[in-house]
């Protein structure tokens, strides 16, 4: 059907770009994570300061946890760029050697 294509077309384009641009994919969502998390953070001090109570210890919880996994979310990023960059080294590689073996062949010829 034209939605099953349609869908499985939109998860192909987004599975390329992240894995020639890990980097950028990888930063949009941590940094997103990473926002909420300070955003949660800054609400509970508000009620902290405002109201002078322990209360909305919710907010401080989630909001750690959304601090700690966007930052691992950027990590990932991070480690997934320097691997698409050997990877990219390493397929350069190839090629020259495949290129030399074959100019050895015709000039053996």
Request: include cysteine.
């Amino acid at each position: 059907s034209t939605w099953g294509y349609l869908k499985n077309s939109i998860a192909t384009i987004v599975r390329i770009y992240a894995m020639y641009e890990p980097l950028k994919v990888f930063s949009y969502i941590g940094g997103t994570s990473f926002f909420l998390g300070f955003i949660l953070g800054c609400r509970y001090l508000y009620f902290f300061i405002v109201e002078s109570t322990a209360g909305h210890v919710q907010s401080l919880i989630l909001s750690a946890i959304l601090i700690i996994v966007g930052f691992q979310i950027i990590l990932i990023g991070l480690l997934a760029d320097l691997i698409s960059i050997n990877r990219e080294y390493i397929e350069n590689s190839l090629h020259r050697i495949k290129k030399s073996k074959l100019d050895l062949k015709e000039e053996f010829r």
